[in-house]
């Protein structure tokens, strides 16, 4: 009987530590933020470093959660710091294409423009994916719908419409992750204890 107690009392305690892992894990916040679109060119775009007729494209690029900004226009728009960012055109990965990314407001057409480094600028007109002031914003993951009108702009102002999603995907943290682990190795453990008994 007294085995039973002991048994029961450690299982809590297991299960105990467990729920205040899983808090921890689902409490601890993803820092970073990735950026994502792809699409496939019409036949009737100009071969360039960044476009090809029928050809796949792609970015990404990284960035916090809060970013550092680089250049604000308050009740308009803002430059964050961005990282990690890559360009593919046809599964080939275009070195330093993109060299900046500008997030606004609803009222300007919202969503962002990711500009190029050899000119050009992609803009895609949405919702707006950030709350806060522009000076101290906070990105807000989601996918986002690109409205019609949204087009790619070339160096020698030809525009080239665009459509599809952007993605705005948080990252987890390492602690996080490590966290959430822990915490299943310790259910797996309990359950493991409750069949041999």
Request: glycine share 12%; aromatic share 10%.
């Amino acid at each position: 009987m007294e085995y039973r107690r002991t048994a029961s009392n450690n299982c809590v305690r297991v299960l105990a530590l467990v729920v205040v892992l899983a808090f921890a894990a689902m409490s601890a916040s993803a820092d970073s933020i990735f950026v994502s679109q792809y699409g496939v060119f019409g036949g009737l775009v100009p071969r360039t470093a960044v476009t090809a007729p029928h050809e796949s494209w792609s970015y990404y690029f990284e960035l916090s959660t809060t970013p550092s900004v680089t250049n604000a226009g308050l009740g308009c728009c803002f430059n964050p710091v961005i990282s990690d960012i890559e360009y593919v055109l046809n599964g080939a990965v275009v070195p330093n294409a993109i060299s900046s990314a500008t997030f606004f407001i609803a009222s300007q057409a919202g969503l962002i423009d990711v500009g190029f480094a050899g000119g050009g600028t992609l803009s895609d007109f949405g919702f707006q994916a950030y709350s806060g002031p522009e000076t101290s914003p906070t990105i807000l993951p989601g996918v986002y719908l690109i409205s019609p009108g949204s087009f790619l702009e070339l160096s020698n102002g030809r525009k080239i419409p665009v459509g599809g999603d952007l993605y705005i995907n948080s990252t987890p943290e390492p602690s996080s992750l490590l966290l959430m682990g822990s915490g299943l190795v310790g259910l797996g453990g309990l359950l493991r204890r409750k069949l041999r008994a």
